[in-house]
């Protein structure tokens, strides 16, 4: 496949089982994520791996989390956080380490770049991943138990892992669609 068809093909599958990539293929798809743009080279990006049996401690860290934002959730909800953390063989939990230097939004641009590069990376290498956030992405508990800064971002609970099974396919946007011209003279 030629760069353009990899990016294109791209997509999220309905579930991830194993094997994992190795150890050799994780490293590279990393190395390739720390090529992301980086304006004024401040290297704000730092992944964070969770493998085998840490994955149940990260899942009690998700249940934890979830109680003290809803006091009120149930048993069922409780364990379903727990096994959510399961569901892949490896996490990569993607941080935004902010410094001064550069606007934050920036080093946010190039965090979320980098996990691009990785998700492109594992998936021209036959694997696939899920990038998931939501209100675990934004909760003190959450990195605090991950040793994340306050002041740093997640931007992404990277999933990784084999194709289980596939979806239905979304629909793309067009070039058509997101590009108009521009002149100064209309
Ligand atoms: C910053 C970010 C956060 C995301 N968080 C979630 C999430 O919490 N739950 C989810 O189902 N998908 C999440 N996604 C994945 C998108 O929903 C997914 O990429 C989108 O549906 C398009 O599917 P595709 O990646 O297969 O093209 C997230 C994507 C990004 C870029």
Known sequence: MDVIDI???????????????????????????????DHKMLRPCRFVKIEGDARKEFGELMAKSLKARQPDADATMIEREKTKALRAPIIVVAVA???????????????????????????????ASLWRTGAPAYD??????????PKDHIVGFIYVGSIGAMGPEKKRQT????????????
């Open 7 to 37: 990016i294109k093909t791209r997509r999220e599958p309905a579930k991830l089982v194993e094997p994992a990539p190795s150890d050799a293929l994780l490293s590279a798809a990393i190395t390739a994520a720390a090529s992301a743009p």
């Open 97 to 127: 380490t902010i410094k001064p230097g550069a606007p934050e939004v920036e080093q946010l641009l190039t965090a979320g770049a980098a996990v691009q590069n990785f998700t492109l990376a594992l998936h021209g290498s036959g694997f």
């Open 140 to 149: 003190a508990i959450v990195k605090q138990g991950l040793g994340i800064d």
């Open 175 to 186: 070039d058509q669609e997101i590009v108009s011209n521009w002149s100064h003279a209309h």
